[in-house]
Each structure stands twice: as structure tokens, then as C-alpha cells.
DNA sequence: CCTAAATATATGTTGCAACAGATAGTTGGT
DNA sequence: ACCAACTATCTGTTGCAACATATATTTAGG
């Protein structure tokens, strides 16, 4: 609760907080958190101005890098949400002809997804302006400052307490 | 599409992508990302063993912080979420016993929230954890680089395109 | 006083993520 | 062939965020 001069203006301005964070790593978890927040949101109104939202976009995503059809378990390694809920989210990109499931003759388990035309049309409208705005986002910094941002972003994660 | 060497471990051999990314801005963009969410997740989580979720500690927390009772237009004012559905936010808190509604006598529209004592007790509860939380997560980290990456966290999220 | 606009909060609805558990199909040991 | 364990996917349920819209109350203009 001790109070400590401010050096710029900081996210304490703009949350109008009369306190001084408690710690400064505190402040930077908050920053983290808002910066974060706000750059996946302008890319979310992107994703929308699709109709996909964002792990959706990034499900044919993946599909477009691996260049084959995938099971979807394995799309599930690519992604950070739990394997359990991949399931429904193949659903409604499926129902949205963005991608067609196969069952496999084989392994009648498995389930293939492969890119459907719609979603190849998708991933083909969204490239230009999608670039755009990972340039677009990040012009206030060098390329030196983004290697340093992105080396310290990467140790904070990797914290082993 | 082009290739390039990679410097050390990154957010490239995480996820098992084969291409590299496209652009640093896009490899800052999603490391970003990544970094936010792990570390916001071990605060969820610790919220959860208090039965709270993120945004309703933060009501909380804006609530202790104030020292007074506030109007739910005051509280959304501190908050991200859009105030439109703070109501709800709140709704959750208070059927939890954790604020109390008041309308207010002299201007009805108004509805005044106080933090109640299962409230106070939950905010003292989670307090130490907390800023244990607050310094693991960067340990890794110096004071001087802190400041730096809230610099450049701060920069980012001021760009004006 | 009466009505329109502004303010403060509440509700209906949709879509998604997380967690738990269920189902379908396969494989290996007996 | 039979059953247990395993694997791959699916479904039930809950809670939350976002958006649009509705209600209640006050305020200002004529």
C-alpha cells in the first residue's frame, strides 16, 4: 500500500486506479493482460468480418499448413484448448461447410477433416488484411525492440518457480 | 513462405509448426498471446479455489480498493467488460453473498453495491497467494528488464496505426 | 404538468470454453 | 472368440462474454 512515483503515464492512468500497483509485477501481469487483450480483439473483429471466430480460423489454419487432411485429435496438438472440445468446434466449422469430416474406412475411429472450398475461400480473403494488421499493430517498435520483447515474453513463460 | 534460421527455442518448436512465421510482428503477436494466457490461467485458477472467477475478483478487488459502496456504471468505469454486461457480473457476486445491492433512496435508478464480510473474507483469503503468484511469474525476470517489457507492452498497445 | 431525451440498470439471446462423462471402435492377452 | 484397457470422438451441462434491447427513473423543454 506504500505509495511510489510514477515515471510515464502507465496502465495505472488509464484503469484510473488512485493506488500504485503493489508491485511491478504486478503492473506487468496487468499490462501483459491488456495489451494482450486488446491486439486479439482487433484480430477477432477480423476473424468475425469472416464469420469465424478465432480458433476457428486458426483450425483452417492449421488444416492449410499441414497441406493433407488431419485427424482430429491431431489439430487438437495444435491448439492450446483441451482436446476434449475440439469436437464441437470441428462441428460448427463443419455445419458452416468450411471443412468436411471423412470417417476413416480403416480405423473407423478416426475422423478425417479436410479443407473444404469455403474455407479455402476464407483463408484466402483474410491473408491480405490479416497481414495488414500484424504489421500494423507492432510499427511503434523496431525490429530489435520486437526480438527483445519477444525473448523476455518467452522467459516469462517459461518460469519454473 | 521463405525459410529462416531460427536463434534459440521458440514459439515455432512449442507448438510444432513446420513453417516458420511469416513475420516477427506475427511471432510477437502469438507469443504474446500465449504468454498471456498461461500466466492468466494460474490466477484463474487460483480464483477458482476461492470460488471466483477473474472478473468477479476484480470486482471485488475495485470494491476494496474504492472503500466506499459504488454504482455498477462506477464499478464497469474500472473494468474492461462492457458495461452493458456488468449487471449480470455483479448479479453472480451478490447471489453469492459477496456484495449486497442497495438501491439508492434518492435517485432510484441507482443501485448501490458494498462489499460484504463473505466478500472481505475471500479478498483477505486470496491476498498472500496472490502476491506469491505476482513474483513467481517473473522471477525469471529483472527489475530493469520488467521495466522494459512494460515499456514496450505499453507501446504496442498505444500504436496508432 | 407533459413529453422527449438522457441515465442507470436489467434481461433475452447467442455462441463459446471448460469440465465430466459417455459412446464407438480397436487391440492385446487369454 | 471374449473381455479389459485403450484410443478417438461425441454429448451433457454449466458458466461466462458479447450484443441488442427493454425497463425504470430522472431531467429538461415547451
Tied chains: 1, 2.
Excluded at 74 to 94: E, K, M, N, Y
Aim: proline content about 4%; some cysteine.
Amino acid at each position: 500500500m506504500k505509495k511510489k512515483a510514477n515515471e510515464s503515464p502507465t496502465l495505472a492512468d488509464e484503469i484510473g486506479k488512485r493506488d500504485p500497483f503493489s508491485s511491478l509485477q504486478q503492473e506487468t501481469y496487468l499490462n501483459l493482460l491488456r495489451t494482450s487483450t486488446q491486439l486479439q480483439r482487433e484480430f477477432v473483429l477480423l476473424f468475425e468480418s469472416a464469420g469465424l471466430s478465432d480458433s476457428q480460423y486458426n483450425v483452417l489454419r492449421i488444416l492449410q499448413g499441414a497441406g493433407t487432411p488431419m485427424q482430429i485429435y491431431q489439430i487438437g496438438q495444435h491448439l492450446i484448448t483441451p482436446q476434449a472440445d475440439i469436437s464441437r468446434l470441428i462441428d460448427r466449422i463443419a455445419k458452416a461447410n468450411l471443412v468436411k469430416r471423412e470417417r476413416c474406412g480403416e480405423d473407423r475411429r478416426v475422423v478425417w477433416i479436410r479443407l473444404a472450398p469455403k474455407g479455402r475461400a476464407a483463408l484466402k480473403k483474410l491473408a491480405k488484411p490479416l497481414e495488414d494488421l500484424h504489421r500494423s499493430q507492432f510499427n511503434e517498435l523496431s525490429k530489435q525492440e520486437l526480438a527483445i520483447l519477444n525473448e523476455l515474453l518467452f522467459r516469462a513463460r517459461h518460469t519454473d518457480n
